[in-house]
């Protein structure tokens, strides 16, 4: 490790930090300025309304509230949930994570697994079949978000009823969950696979040009090494860089599709809380999804910064 | 202009116009119900008649055969099309039946009213956004490459860290700290006020970096030789130099911001019901469920797509190619 990469990964590591504590401290002084809370539902008198607003905390300062969740925080300890009565926040968090992480994580691994290589051949083969199928397929792909190809896909499951439509089954083992599982991870991942394959393809295409790369080829190396070792290894910079952008992408994207095909994700469990103005489950969510981003853009830039050193003396 | 962007061109038109003439291309309102038409399939116009000749285009009225099934069949009727009958440029004799060119909603309205009246609020409040973020973005952006030093640090950090969040999250806290229930003007201005919130960073960073290379030119210097204020010369001589870098974002913010309304008013969070919006719709399909039976009620998703590939299109390829809308917003 150079020391240039020491200090770069130290300098992103501090503000993936920042990052999480502006997210959670905009969260909940924006859950807590909401109009209404969780009381106005029920009908109570304004005197039972003032009791259960003291229990809570509610009629303190906001900087008080704002301090007192910190406080809280540094302990792990992300209160109680007011839409789920009795139910702590840091329970109903870890109930979901899991959820949105298995449906991320798939959706990435697809979209690499896709994007790259198509990408590489629809770059170095610009007039066959295969590369016009991929470019045209992906054009379309880059049209339909994830909030429309979920739709899509439901209304197609359910017509030929090949996947099952929608929710995650509490029983029937992996088997099961991986059935469920289809429908949201292609929802998702297909467009983030499109993406890539386009950046590979351009990548890939410039990287072809390169001086170094015409050398390779004047030595005599084989095209296919040429292709999948000296020019792949170029053109990974530019769509390595976008990793980071893409974890943003993957957690915008599964909002949609969790609540579209009812998977029990934390984007979801975000959604009802904003509604149900539980200001404690909006925080502890925000935090979460905070720490995931910016755990994925730190790792993003690793990567980056492994592949060419030169990005971690830029920064 | 290159063959793709002239289509994407024409296709934009098409938009505008069927929105802007929706009263006069659509055969009914886009809230008027018809309770013995629930989730009737499209009637498309047919040319060749019973005897196997092509005649004029006529429509063949449905008639309800069972309503717990939802189950129609055309009469026997043949009901020719009429141009330009009150003030509509395509409608029959209604008496004899109404017309769907779409079909129904689940509950009797006519979906292609819906989504031409749709088309209105969705694209309307996408391109109020995307004005509402370009200035934002050109104001930031602007001071930013133009005083350089600490505020453009300290712009330019505030810009980054918006940059990276999922942004539909961002719309979403935004919007849900506003009451949740809301007139459809309010929701029209609330919504392009979040979504300009959450997209003028892309357009801040494009104009930093434009203003901050312009700004050391010579016909630059050349302005401030003859005496010209800085106000003058940022708006009369750098942000005009921004112009390209404008358009093609806003190919790109559009898109972004058509599919955040679809996605708000789907969840609950935009347009109120009855209103018609494309997000309007599709929640709609998506509630009723009857997604198996009716096929038809996916067109809203359909035109959202066209009109993210027709900005697309119309974007330089550069743009289109290395940022997808969903990274804008």
Same mark, same amino acid.
């Given at each position: 490790?150079?020391?240039?990469?020491?200090?770069?990964?130290?300098? =992103?590591?501090?503000?993936?930090?920042?990052? +999480?504590?502006?997210?959670?401290?905009?969260?909940?002084?924006?859950?807590?300025?909401?109009?209404? /809370?969780?009381?106005?539902?029920? !009908?109570?008198?304004?005197?039972?309304?003032?009791?259960?607003?003291? =229990?809570?905390?509610?009629? %303190?300062?906001?900087?008080?509230?704002?301090?007192?969740?910190?406080?809280?925080?540094?302990?792990? /300890?992300?209160?109680?949930?007011?839409?789920?009565?009795?139910?702590?926040?840091?329970?109903?968090?870890?109930?979901? #994570?899991?959820?949105?992480?298995?449906?991320?994580?798939?959706?990435?691994?697809?979209?690499?697994?896709?994007?790259?290589?198509?990408?590489?051949?629809?770059?170095?083969? =610009?007039?066959?079949?295969?590369?016009?199928?991929?470019?045209?397929?992906?054009?379309?792909?880059?049209?339909?978000?994830?909030?429309?190809? $979920?739709?899509?896909?439901?209304?197609? %499951?359910?017509?030929?009823?090949?996947?099952? +439509?929608?929710?995650?089954?509490? $029983?029937?083992?992996? !088997?099961?969950?991986? =059935?469920?599982?289809?429908?949201?991870?292609?929802?998702?991942?297909?467009?983030? %696979?499109?993406?890539?394959?386009?950046?590979? $393809?351009?990548?890939?295409?410039? %990287?072809?040009?390169?001086?170094?790369?015409?050398?390779?080829?004047?030595?005599? #190396?084989?095209?296919?090494?040429?292709?999948? $070792?000296?020019?792949?290894?170029?053109?990974?910079?530019?769509?390595?860089?976008?990793?980071?952008?893409?974890?943003?992408?993957?957690?915008?994207?599964?909002?949609?599709?969790?609540?579209?095909?009812?998977?029990?994700?934390?984007?979801?469990?975000?959604? /009802?809380?904003?509604?149900?103005? /539980?200001?404690?489950?909006?925080?502890?969510?925000?935090?979460?999804?905070?720490?995931?981003?910016?755990?994925?853009?730190?790792?993003?830039?690793?990567?980056?910064?492994?592949?060419?050193?030169?990005?971690?003396?830029?920064? | 202009?290159?063959?793709? @962007?002239?289509?994407?061109?024409?296709?934009?038109?098409?938009?505008?116009?069927?929105?802007?003439?929706?009263?006069?291309?659509?055969?009914?309102?886009?809230?008027?119900?018809?309770?013995?038409?629930?989730?009737?399939?499209?009637?498309?116009?047919?040319?060749?008649?019973?005897?196997?000749?092509?005649?004029?285009?006529?429509?063949?009225?449905?008639?309800?055969?069972?309503?717990?099934?939802?189950?129609?069949?055309?009469?026997?009727?043949?009901?020719?099309?009429?141009?330009?009958?009150?003030?509509?440029?395509?409608?029959?004799?209604?008496?004899?039946?109404?017309?769907?060119?779409?079909?129904?909603?689940?509950?009797? @309205?006519?979906?292609?009213?819906?989504?031409?009246?749709?088309?209105?609020?969705?694209?309307?409040?996408?391109?109020?956004?995307?004005? &509402?973020?370009?200035?934002?973005?050109?104001?930031?952006?602007?001071?930013?490459?133009?005083?350089?030093?600490?505020?453009?640090?300290?712009?330019?950090?505030?810009?980054?860290?918006?940059?990276?969040?999922?942004?539909?999250?961002?719309?979403?806290?935004?919007?849900?700290?506003?009451?949740?229930?809301?007139?459809?003007?309010?929701?029209?201005?609330?919504?392009?006020?979040?979504?300009?919130?959450?997209?003028?960073?892309?357009?801040?960073?494009?104009?930093?970096?434009?203003?901050?290379?312009?700004?050391?030119?010579?016909?630059?210097?050349?302005?401030?030789?003859? &005496?010209?204020?800085?106000?003058?010369?940022?708006? @009369?001589?750098?942000?005009?130099?921004?112009?390209?870098?404008?358009?093609?974002?806003?190919?790109?913010?559009?898109?972004?911001?058509?599919?955040?309304?679809?996605?708000?008013?789907?969840?609950?969070?935009?347009?109120?019901?009855?209103?018609?919006?494309?997000?309007?719709?599709?929640?709609?399909?998506?509630?009723?469920?009857?997604?198996?039976?009716?096929?038809?009620?996916?067109?809203?998703?359909?035109?959202?797509?066209?009109?993210?590939?027709?900005?697309?299109?119309?974007?330089?390829?550069?743009?289109?190619?290395?940022?997808?809308?969903?990274?804008?917003?």
């Amino acid at each position: 490790m150079t020391p240039h990469l020491g200090t770069f990964i130290l300098r =992103r590591a501090v503000s993936a930090i920042v990052l +999480v504590l502006v997210v959670s401290s905009a969260a909940v002084i924006l859950a807590r300025l909401a109009p209404g /809370d969780h009381l106005s539902e029920f !009908e109570l008198t304004p005197a039972q309304i003032a009791a259960e607003r003291h =229990r809570l905390g509610l009629d %303190a300062p906001l900087y008080v509230q704002y301090f007192g969740w910190l406080r809280r925080v540094a302990r792990f /300890d992300l209160g109680e949930s007011t839409r789920y009565p009795g139910r702590k926040v840091s329970d109903l968090i870890a109930e979901r #994570i899991g959820n949105t992480a298995m449906l991320g994580l798939a959706a990435l691994v697809l979209a690499t697994a896709l994007g790259i290589p198509l990408g590489v051949l629809s770059a170095t083969n =610009r007039r066959g079949p295969l590369a016009l199928t991929t470019r045209v397929v992906s054009i379309v792909l880059l049209a339909l978000p994830p909030v429309i190809l $979920s739709l899509g896909l439901l209304f197609l %499951a359910s017509t030929t009823g090949w996947f099952p +439509v929608g929710g995650l089954p509490s $029983s029937g083992g992996a !088997e099961a969950t991986l =059935r469920h599982l289809v429908l949201p991870v292609l929802a998702l991942g297909l467009p983030v %696979a499109a993406t890539l394959e386009r950046l590979q $393809s351009r990548a890939m295409g410039d %990287a072809l040009r390169h001086p170094s790369v015409q050398a390779a080829r004047a030595r005599g #190396i084989p095209q296919r090494r040429v292709v999948w $070792s000296h020019a792949l290894r170029l053109s990974l910079t530019p769509v390595l860089a976008v990793y980071g952008v893409i974890a943003a992408t993957l957690i915008s994207g599964s909002f949609a599709v969790e609540y579209v095909m009812t998977w029990p994700g934390l984007g979801r469990l975000l959604y /009802d809380g904003l509604i149900a103005r /539980d200001a404690n489950v909006v925080a502890g969510c925000a935090a979460t999804g905070a720490a995931v981003l910016a755990t994925g853009i730190l790792l993003a830039d690793v990567a980056l910064a492994a592949a060419d050193p030169r990005v971690a003396g830029q920064r | 202009m290159s063959g793709n @962007r002239l289509i994407g061109a024409a296709l934009l038109a098409g938009l505008i116009v069927a929105a802007v003439f929706a009263p006069a291309l659509t055969p009914h309102g886009p809230l008027s119900q018809f309770t013995d038409f629930e989730n009737a399939p499209p009637m498309r116009p047919h040319i060749i008649a019973a005897d196997g000749t092509v005649v004029w285009p006529y429509v063949r009225p449905l008639k309800l055969i069972d309503r717990l099934e939802r189950r129609f069949e055309a009469t026997g009727d043949e009901v020719p099309i009429r141009l330009f009958k009150d003030g509509v440029l395509l409608s029959i004799d209604e008496s004899r039946g109404p017309w769907f060119p779409l079909g129904t909603d689940p509950l009797g @309205r006519d979906a292609f009213s819906r989504l031409l009246f749709g088309a209105r609020l969705s694209l309307s409040v996408a391109f109020v956004a995307s004005l &509402g973020a370009l200035l934002i973005g050109v104001a930031v952006g602007g001071v930013a490459g133009f005083a350089g030093g600490r505020p453009e640090t300290i712009l330019m950090a505030i810009a980054d860290f918006v940059l990276v969040l999922p942004a539909i999250y961002v719309v979403l806290a935004l919007r849900a700290a506003m009451p949740l229930v809301l007139s459809v003007p309010q929701v029209f201005w609330t919504l392009s006020v979040v979504l300009a919130a959450a997209g003028w960073p892309l357009v801040a960073r494009g104009v930093r970096g434009i203003i901050a290379a312009e700004r050391r030119k010579e016909y630059v210097e050349a302005a401030y030789s003859m &005496g010209a204020a800085p106000s003058r010369i940022l708006l @009369r001589h750098l942000v005009p130099a921004c112009t390209g870098f404008l358009l093609s974002i806003e190919t790109m913010l559009v898109p972004a911001f058509v599919i955040s309304e679809g996605t708000l008013t789907l969840v609950g969070l935009g347009f109120p019901v009855p209103s018609a919006s494309w997000g309007a719709m599709l929640r709609d399909a998506w509630q009723g469920a009857a997604f198996s039976d009716a096929p038809w009620l996916m067109a809203p998703a359909a035109a959202v797509a066209v009109t993210v590939l027709v900005m697309q299109l119309l974007g330089s390829r550069d743009a289109a190619e290395t940022v997808s809308p969903r990274q804008t917003v």
